[in-house]
């Protein structure tokens, strides 16, 4: 088996595992036994980056799903959690980037976590009503007290991410260190202004919906229904319109076609593709089933020659003015 690739998340010292293990399954899709195992598979494999939050899985299930599956490996392995999402439908403050709702956030995730420390604490969506001044002092808190390890930043604007990193310089507090965005060969919008701002400012990408939530699998073809089993079908109409729209379909079928003719599949183009992306640090993907772990593993190492990255490019082109950036 060939070796886990290891790589900086940013400009960092954290080394996290080229493909990641996405957790928004674990608790949703998958109970605890079925979570278990594909943590098992996925530390034999080498993946040391594990991505969850305190939303998924129905408010925390996934958090405790995880912790359990780690045991007494959790030293051995980078745990990355989110903050600010709504964790009450009665209580509104309890989401978001207050001091307040930071502080007991974290102590919720660790108590389910089971774990004394988090990695990578990321915010999880920006909060427009709160100062990002206050946000990053009160992680900056966390850090010192031993709490959290590394911040980070999801689904942050440019402009955001470059604030934060103002912010954090100018008042000597510890910078967001990764950017979790969505990303993949279809959705490439965050090469316009994410992927500079990143670069300028050293955070290293997290791509979330890698596979755009599967349609890059091979599974979902035009003109048939969606498997009975897929995660699109179980989410209904609006997943088909968010990822499955007659356009998409229509780019996967194109590229299925410039896989058959460069003799691989349709995932090793996904996931290699975004592998190979400058700024990329992990590639997380989430699975239901051990299988499908194994073939984004083994997927993430292919690279694309030059000839067919261009054709990728006609087929799913960057956005207008995009930073085009070193290839790893």
Not at 189 to 203: M, N, Q, W, Y
Not at 250 to 258: P, Q, R
Request: proline share 5%; with cysteine.
């Amino acid at each position: 088996m060939t070796q886990m690739e290891l790589r900086s998340l940013g400009n960092s010292g954290l080394q996290v595992s080229l493909v990641g293990l996405g957790c928004m399954n674990f608790g949703a899709m998958n109970d605890q036994a079925q979570a278990t195992a594909i943590v098992n598979r996925a530390l034999e494999l080498g993946v040391n980056f594990f991505d969850t939050a305190d939303v998924y899985g129905n408010r925390g299930t996934s958090e405790e799903y995880l912790g359990k599956a780690l045991g007494p490996r959790r030293p051995e392995v980078i745990i990355a959690t989110k903050f600010a999402g709504p964790m009450s439908a009665d209580q509104a403050w309890m989401q978001g980037g207050s001091r307040r709702w930071i502080l007991q956030a974290v102590e919720g995730s660790l108590r389910r976590l089971g774990s004394d420390y988090i990695d990578l604490y990321q915010m999880h969506r920006a909060d427009a009503a709160v100062p990002i001044d206050e946000t990053l002092r009160a992680l900056d808190d966390l850090v010192r007290q031993g709490k959290v390890r590394y911040i980070g930043c999801s689904n942050f604007a440019a402009w955001q991410i470059a604030d934060a990193a103002w912010t954090a310089r100018e008042n000597h507090l510890g910078p967001f260190i990764a950017a979790q965005n969505r990303y993949s060969v279809m959705s490439r919008d965050l090469e316009k202004e994410v992927l500079p701002a990143v670069t300028r400012f050293g955070l290293g990408i997290i791509p979330y919906f890698p596979l755009e939530s599967g349609l890059l699998s091979g599974k979902y073809l035009p003109g048939r229904d969606f498997p009975a089993d897929s995660r699109l079908a179980k989410w209904g109409a609006w997943a088909a319109a968010a990822f499955a729209s007659p356009e998409k379909l229509d780019k996967v079928a194109k590229l299925s076609g410039l896989c058959e003719r460069y003799g691989h599949s349709l995932l090793q183009l996904a996931m290699g593709w975004l592998a190979g992306r400058p700024a990329v640090s992990s590639v997380i993907a989430g699975v239901t089933t051990v299988a499908q772990l194994e073939q984004n593993v083994s997927a993430a190492g292919w690279r694309a020659p030059a000839e067919e990255l261009a054709e990728i490019d006609r087929i799913c082109p960057p956005p207008e003015g995009g930073f085009p950036g070193p290839r790893r």
